[in-house]
């Protein structure tokens, strides 16, 4: 049954067949792609050779009579030699996993729908642990085939409100994308209660990245249904996370990044490529990276095309904050076959900088919550916008209609300055500019109107 589902070509069904009528074998393909994936890492590691002795130094894998000191070598290797194996892994594992979601879904299905079973019983928990104590922040997504995104999201949403936990949690037929905080009490419990989750159960606890936090980094809890889990503007259906590019641990992408920064002054054919937004980039940032200067995620497909050159013949090494937006992005990338290669870093900074702290990676690592930064070492990259000492503390601009980040130091802010620029500046102190109406609406200022949409960059 696998094989036959994987080899499908879905699209060929033709275009007189409506998409909702099609049958389907989307969530089976994507949960080949994971299990491919995870046959491949475990083969690669079969190939893995010990050292015999502390002074030896042998090649790090063999394979097919033939030793390989680079992980990007066995990869391809294993890749174009032995693609028949890691298939015939992939379906057998797969058979067994369709075998036992039959199952699973069948006992579901006679239990209806009802979101209650999916909720944990709190009954012998105080509720002050519930609002008191330690708190933390959760990061985590999950790409998964969601066929009734509509009742992931209610149960999400009576699940938080019941643990009292706030945040962000964005639902869609590709999968889950989340960042909620409470105490550790309460997201103990909510990572229970996912992994516990039928359509969940492929996530584990390593899967969500923890910070210090709480409720309190979150004005409210919006939870919703879109088409995309992270907004990157590009239909699922068309450029999906399946196609990414190979994922890399902490330990690997900090060895890659280490080669690239010592080869940096003789010449390199790699780029290292940070996917987010620029004022994320700007307070922390890998050492010689490409931080492209584009103010949303949703820009990026716009500025690989504009860029295509760039990236012509390159490897490229990729990475995000937890590494979401490179499942996305480095599809797309793959998708216009001009890279030598892709490699994403797997988790994201935040996994990286748990064990690198003093790694590669300088400065704070943004986060979307009124923390707005939090820090793994002591470095400041940024700063003031106003007297450019050291600072990488953002603020929202104090003009009003304004959606900008300002980075105004303490002595600064005491003297009035800010806003973001010197056209909310002045804004700020001509309050005859708020609409009669009072409605909230966002309007462009210096630092919009000055930053190109797309920006062309060389290297």
């Not at 033709?14 to 491949?40: C, I, N, W």
Request: proline fraction near 5%; include cysteine; aromatic fraction near 10%.
């Amino acid at each position: 049954m696998a094989s036959m589902l994987v080899d499908l070509d879905v699209e060929s069904l033709g275009p007189e067949v409506q998409k909702a009528d099609k049958p389907d074998f989307s969530a089976t393909r994507k949960l080949y792609s994971h299990v491919k994936k995870m046959a491949f890492a475990k083969f690669v590691a079969s190939k893995k050779v010990l050292p015999t002795c502390e002074n030896s130094s042998p090649a790090l894998w063999h394979c097919c009579g033939q030793p390989f000191k680079e992980s990007s070598s066995i990869h391809k290797h294993i890749a174009n030699s032995h693609a028949s194996e890691i298939h015939q892994r992939t379906t057998e594992t797969l058979d067994v996993m369709l075998y036992q979601a039959h199952s699973e879904e069948e006992s579901i299905n006679e239990e209806s729908t009802d979101i209650s079973s999916w909720i944990p019983d709190t009954n012998h928990i105080p509720e002050d642990d519930l609002v008191k104590g330690p708190g933390e922040v959760l990061l985590y997504y999950s790409y998964c085939q969601l066929n009734d995104p509509q009742i992931i999201c209610q149960w999400q949403k009576e699940l938080c409100l019941k643990l009292k936990i706030t945040g962000k949690v964005r639902v869609a037929t590709e999968g889950i994308n989340g960042t909620v905080g409470g105490t550790k009490t309460a997201t103990n419990l909510y990572i229970k209660a996912m992994l516990s989750h039928p359509t969940f159960k492929i996530m584990q606890v390593q899967d969500f990245k923890k910070s210090e936090g709480g409720a309190a980094c979150f004005s409210d809890l919006k939870v919703g249904v879109y088409k995309e889990i992270v907004p990157m503007g590009v239909d699922p259906d068309i450029i999906s996370s399946r196609l990414a590019g190979i994922h890399l641990e902490p330990e690997e992408f900090h060895k890659e990044v280490k080669v690239f920064v010592e080869n940096q002054s003789s010449g390199n054919d790699t780029i290292l490529l940070d996917c987010r937004n620029f004022y994320e980039s700007k307070i922390g940032q890998f050492n010689q990276c490409l931080a492209p200067d584009i103010r949303k995620f949703s820009y990026f497909p716009d500025y690989v095309d504009k860029n295509l050159d760039l990236f012509r013949d390159k490897k490229v090494l990729m990475y995000c904050t937890g590494g979401i937006r490179c499942e996305r992005g480095s599809a797309y990338l793959k998708s216009k076959n001009v890279c030598k290669e892709v490699y994403q870093l797997k988790g994201g900074i935040h996994k990286y900088l748990e064990q690198f702290p003093d790694g590669f990676y300088r400065g704070k690592l943004f986060v979307f919550d009124e923390r707005y930064a939090i820090a793994f070492n002591e470095d400041v990259i940024s700063e003031c916008r106003y007297c450019s000492c050291p600072w990488d503390q953002y603020q929202l601009c104090s003009t009003d209609f304004c959606c900008q980040l300002v980075l105004s130091c303490t002595t600064c802010r005491e003297h009035g300055l800010t806003a973001c620029c010197p056209v909310c500046q002045v804004k700020e102190q001509n309050h005859s500019d708020v609409p009669s109406d009072g409605l909230s609406h966002q309007e462009e200022c210096e630092c919009t109107m000055s930053r190109p949409r797309i920006p062309k960059d060389t290297l």
